[in-house]
């Protein structure tokens, strides 16, 4: 019997494993992210509707960017996480995706914070929002 345990306890020691899905993902550090987004200020209307966003500069990495989703709010760090820090790896919107500034054009998703186009180890790096009337709190 005891070998038993002994066995199934070696088999549940090499089933678990470390987790390196991390491991390309060391190109962003954890910024502080504390910001307040009033939305009606002219500059953060657009998002009252859905699938609008807007930049938000000097926090996190790159800045943030923040989306309406229909069901609420997500908020992404606005530099690439497939990239070293660069002038380039700074994302832009362009409708509702996000695209790296570098040569290869990382596409990424600003419903989902994956990319498109091609399989890439990092997604976009997801801040926490909380609605409080019509102001958002963006946190990490």
């Known amino acids: 019997m005891k070998q038993f ?7 549940l ?7 390196n899905s991390d491991e390309n993902c060391r190109f ?6 504390n910001v307040t987004v009033n939305m009606n200020l002219p500059q953060y209307n657009q998002l009252q509707f859905t699938s609008n966003s807007v930049y938000i500069a000097n926090q996190g990495n790159k800045g943030v960017i923040v989306i309406n989703v229909g069901s609420g709010f997500r908020a992404w760090d606005a530099a690439d996480p497939n990239h070293e820090q660069s002038t380039c790896s700074l994302l832009t919107i362009t409708g509702a ?10 596409t990424y998703s600003l419903f989902t914070g994956g990319s498109i ?4 180890p990092c997604g976009l790096k997801e801040y ?3 609605v409080s009337g019509n102001s958002l709190l963006i946190t990490n």
């Open 128 to 130: 926490r929002v909380n």
């Open 97 to 106: 995706n996000a695209v790296c500034g570098c040569v290869d054009a990382n």
């Open 117 to 120: 186009g091609k399989q890439l």
């Open 5 to 11: 345990f002994l066995f199934v306890g070696l088999i």
């Open 13 to 19: 020691l090499t089933a678990c494993s470390r987790n």
């Open 28 to 33: 962003l550090v954890n910024a502080a992210v």
